[in-house]
């Protein structure tokens, strides 16, 4: 392949990646709305605005461990080209597509890390696997739902207690107003663990091209694009699953609103500080399932909640084969085009 196909490959794959996280931020848009919408706090136009705005300037608030996990930290960057980048993309895109049609409130996150190791897998076997990254994407997978279906239960007893010789007329107004608050760090949180999942591709990318000088590094140009494009994402709303994160699996009040998104941001803060790529799907909807059942367990619509957890459990291992049969159209189209 000569330089100038190499150069216009390698921009298709950018353009391609990017696409990747405008449809994570829409895929996702419901985990940093779903809340403040259904407590009828903001309308959905002006809370997709909201979230957007928080999404795009998390970059200032949080460092780059999570893209370097990714980049470098699921599959050996030894091994990468552009048909695994290809294979890894194009399985994510599509099972994230399939899920939003579908209004199932899947894992964007573990869709692109499910890809990148089936097409890693698929040429080169189980040697390029960096097993203590994937157990560290597969531990929050359990970790970060409990995480925050703890902090938001307990956030639920502590909230009640301190307002327990409040009028409900006070403490809903007060918080309405502090649902300002929680969706603000929820969507910081979500912008900046989300995003850095498709800078960790971009940036591995433009490494196995040898345009980041011999030393993995996540540019600037990098950060800013991912971080735009899963605001415009976000801005683009994802309506259906909307409906499935903030109604039915429990009915919330502005009070049970502010717990959830204040127990799923602080997971999220966490787990971006120590690089570790998790679901905000997942978080948000512990988080929400915690505030639920601080009410009455049968306040949960357990089932739909198991529907959920099925979904997680089937979204590595599906993006997985899909990764991998992108991964072999890529190898296919290579070698009918040479």
Known sequence: ????????????????????????????????????????VLPAKWAVIWAAFFNFIAFLFFGLHVATTVGK??????????????????????????????????????????????????????????????????????????LGFALALLLVLIVSWAFRRATPAIADSTFRKLQFVSASLYSLG??????????????????????LGGDFHVPLWVVLSCQAAMALGTLAGGWRIVHTMGSKITR????????????????????????????????????????????????????????IVWAWVITLPISAAMGALFYGLARLAHQAAG
């Open 1 to 40: 392949m000569d330089l100038a196909s190499s150069g216009v490959l390698l921009v298709f794959l950018i353009v391609v990646a990017l696409a990747f996280d405008f449809l994570n931020g829409l895929h996702d848009a419901a985990n940093s709305i779903a809340t403040i919408v259904s407590t009828r």
């Open 190 to 211: 979500h912008g900046g663990n989300d995003a850095q999942k498709t800078m960790g591709i971009i940036a591995v990318l433009l490494f196995a091209h040898g345009k």
């Open 73 to 146: 930290g699921i599959i050996h960057p030894d091994i990468i080209s552009d048909a695994v980048i290809f294979g890894a993309l194009g399985g994510a895109i599509t099972w994230n597509v399939v899920t939003w049609l579908a209004g199932i409130p899947s894992s964007s996150s573990h869709a692109l890390i499910g890809g990148l190791l089936g097409a890693g897998m698929a040429k080169a076997g189980l040697d390029p696997v960096v097993w203590s990254g994937v157990l560290k994407t597969v531990a929050g997978i359990v970790v970060s739902p409990s």
């Open 252 to 307: 919330l009040s502005p009070q049970q609103g502010f717990c959830a998104e204040t127990g799923g941001a602080l997971t999220l803060f966490l787990a971006t500080h120590v690089g570790v790529p998790v679901s905000t799907t997942h978080t948000i909807t512990g988080a929400i399932i915690g505030v639920g059942a601080a009410r009455r367990v049968s306040a949960v619509r357990w089932n739909l909640a198991t529907g």
